[in-house]
């Protein structure tokens, strides 16, 4: 065990900010990232469900890149 | 939609989106779970059993995501090359969605990189960036991360825009040499590397445990992530298909 106490875990022998400025931002970004991706996902099926209503319930129009 | 599990098991079956697309979708769930439970045990080591080192301190700590954040950066990059290259030779369509599906991770991970570089820089060298070869390619990739992701999202065309990203993807990919062999090349600020193929690595076994540990809860996130995005891709892509309009009547009845 490293630490004698949680105060002396969270100053991280002084180094505090360098230390939990790293894991913090880290955590940010990938919290950050999963809600995009979620928010991607909900907005691509509502989006696709809308588009799909607009045309009478029948796939979405045929693109440019549909006969492969 | 059923697997097909009986005779004979097709890796290639699984190159079509409407099998690969529920096949994510299963997958993506175990990846998450198994990169939370491989970062808390790597967290555990990382804060709790690896020793203070002898002449750093506490600050050395930041190299359990430092190194797993730069080494997913250059590997999700390269893998980035190797789909965009699938693309263009075989043409498939899930290859190039693929690559779209892990730049945005890429980029995050070069960027954490980027930022615990900086954070563990200012102690130890007294900057928080210099100008140093291994500083300046990885800043470099950043820029081809985001390049990758501003061109594939500028052209109109689909399919047009899976080919100019893959053409930088393939030739962004000469970067990462770079990058990884830029301590070696150059005499730069940056250390060497801790862990190699050829040489007993440089720092105590528990400290190594930790840092692997924690670059496979990185890979793990990584498929988990990239999995989750690709199917919004290819759900966008294939919306002209009966099957999407299969899965979005399921997804619609949904309260």
Redesign the interface.
Known sequence: MNWNSWAAFWDMGGAAFYVWGSYGVTFIAIVAELLLVFRRRRDTLTRLLRLRRAQGGRPAAASPDSSD | MTMQSSRGFHLFHFAAPNTFYPLAGRLAPWFAGLAALLAALGLWLA??V???DATQ???Y??IF??VP?AWMSMFVYLVMAFWSGMGIIF?T?LSALMARALA??GA?FC??AL??GA??G??TWGAYWVWDARLTSQLLLLFLYFGYIALTEAIE???RGDRAGAILALVGAVNVPIIYFSVKWWNTLHQGASVSLTKAPSMAATMLWGMLIMALAAWA?TIA?AL??V??LI???E????W??AE?DR??ARP
């Open positions: 804060f709790f690896a020793p203070t301190g506490e600050v700590r930041v995501i430092h954040a043409n369509r945005p991770t995050m960027f954490v930022w615990t954070l563990w200012r102690p065309d689909p399919r996130y992530v989750w995005r199917r919004s759900l966008e892509r919306r002209h298909t009966d999407v309009s979005l997804q619609g």
